[in-house]
């Protein structure tokens, strides 16, 4: 009997627990967590039943030698233990954004070219049944040659405060530009962006960026942090073919509404059933069990992602400047 992978999560807050969550139903030892706060690290190992834990990413790795792990920290703490990873040959499940420069990102896509292991980008979007039937509808030629792609994905202005250090447009719109590339299969060209809100030297709370591609498409990719707590907007995804339009909109179908309101996620990391996020990290096993990167989201589009949402925050700031990001 073929003994179960050995698995480490480093970063275990909200979302790091939804990593463990669907390890939990998977079948592979979780042999460590890590991260920052240690106090953190240890009640989210307890309550996990893992056996250890680290403040230190690097020592669980040389500790406990994982054959994967899954690095939700933020993603500017993404390229040190990912480093390390690949350096032990471990695979790695990275978090969107993979990194937040173009300069990390290829310092991974360097490391990975050296190691056993291989690097696979958490963009879960690919693995939520809706967009899958989408792009799969879109594929088969549905509504014809592909022209267009628009989309919206709009968040409660308490982000702001949640993530002050991070940009929309690698927080919020990466989900939009992966979708768009995995749709199109294309490159971008070109970018255009605009922004409006804000304070200081903060973040936009709008962001609307146009993006040409080389297959003659065009991209209307739009997010904003403006929403009153507790209300949503549906995340909508429109494709414009030769042929006609394939609309998608992705919103909670059971909302509560007790001592607090909520909406309950039914297909991205819900609690009570399988959702993405479990579709995700088992493709994530399959792959280390084969010993081959994913082929269903790679390094190399999540790096010209990254460098998409790059000319983006620099067009927007820019007050619309068209950027090339074709190199």
């Not at 240690?38 to 230190?56: H, I, P, Q």
């Not at 406990?64 to 350096?87: I, Q």
């Not at 609307?208 to 995340?235: F, K, M, Q, Y």
């Not at 994913?294 to 949402?309: N, Q, W």
């Amino acid at each position: 009997m073929t003994a179960p992978l050995r698995i480490g999560v480093i970063g275990v807050g909200r979302f790091g627990e939804r990593h463990l969550s669907a390890y939990a139903r998977q079948e592979v030892e979780i042999v460590g967590v890590a991260d920052r706060d240690k106090e953190r690290a240890r009640a989210v190992a307890e309550r996990f039943g893992v056996d250890r834990w680290f403040a230190d990413s690097a020592e669980l790795i040389r500790d406990r030698r994982p054959d994967g792990v899954s690095v939700v920290t933020p993603g500017r703490h993404h390229l040190e233990p990912t480093l390390t990873a690949l350096s032990h040959g471990c695979s790695v499940l990275l978090e969107k954004p993979v990194t937040t420069s173009s300069a990390e990102v290829a310092a991974i896509e360097a490391a990975a070219a050296d190691s056993s292991a291989f690097v696979m980008p958490a963009h879960i979007l690919r693995f939520a049944a809706p967009y899958v039937s989408l792009r799969a509808r879109v594929g088969e030629g549905a509504v014809g040659r592909l022209l267009g792609i628009h989309s919206r994905r709009d968040r409660s202005r308490d982000h702001m405060q949640l993530f002050p250090d991070i940009h929309p447009a690698l927080m919020t719109l990466i989900h939009d530009i992966d979708l768009a590339l995995w749709i199109s299969g294309a490159q971008a060209l070109r970018v255009s962006a605009y922004q409006r809100g804000g304070e200081g030297d903060g973040a936009p709370a709008l962001l609307w960026a146009h993006v040409e591609a080389d297959d003659g498409s065009l991209w209307s990719l739009r997010t904003s942090w403006l929403l009153p707590l507790h209300t949503s907007l549906a995340d909508r995804l429109e494709v414009y073919g030769s042929d006609g339009a394939v609309v998608l909109d992705l919103q909670p179908t059971v909302s509560v509404f007790g001592s607090s309101t909520e909406a309950v996620d039914h297909e991205l990391t819900p609690d009570a059933h399988a959702g993405a996020i479990d579709a995700e990290i088992s493709h994530f096993c399959s792959c280390i069990r084969r010993g081959t990167a994913s082929d269903i989201v790679t390094l190399a589009e999540a790096a010209h992602g990254v460098r998409i949402a790059e000319a983006i925050i620099s067009s927007a700031a820019a007050g619309g400047t068209q950027l090339d990001v074709s190199a």
